[in-house]
């Protein structure tokens, strides 16, 4: 599980239309392909991302860059995917407690 999308405060004028893990780098790439490409080369492809603040980009990105997982990976097998989990609501809240509050709640959510 990857934490892939908080407002992005320190980066704000490269965030002001993305999550911060959707901000390019050298030329192709994004903040988020650092971790993935971790996991990919480290064996571990079945990998899900927590977005929650401006998630389009980075959506979008994952899609387009990781769809190999689903055919062919490095071991010979198509068993792997890179998967988004959206922020949602609980349902009958409608405060700011009903999103997910941060690194920890997220992941027990």
Not at 21 to 29: D, K, T, Y
Not at 81 to 87: C, G, I, K, Q, S
Request: hydrophobic content about 40%.
């Amino acid at each position: 599980m990857i934490l892939g999308g908080g407002p992005g405060t320190d980066l704000w004028p490269l965030t002001n239309s993305r999550s911060e893990a959707a901000v390019p780098f050298a030329g192709l790439f994004r903040l988020i392909d650092v971790p993935l490409s971790n996991c990919i080369h480290s064996g571990i492809t079945n990998i899900y991302v927590l977005t929650q603040f401006n998630a389009t980009s980075l959506n979008r990105h994952l899609s387009r860059s990781y769809q190999f997982l689903n055919t062919v990976t490095m071991t010979g097998h198509g068993s792997g995917f890179v998967e988004t989990l959206a922020a949602s609501q609980k349902p009958g809240m409608e405060n700011s407690d009903a999103w997910y509050q941060g690194t920890a709640d997220a992941i027990r959510r």
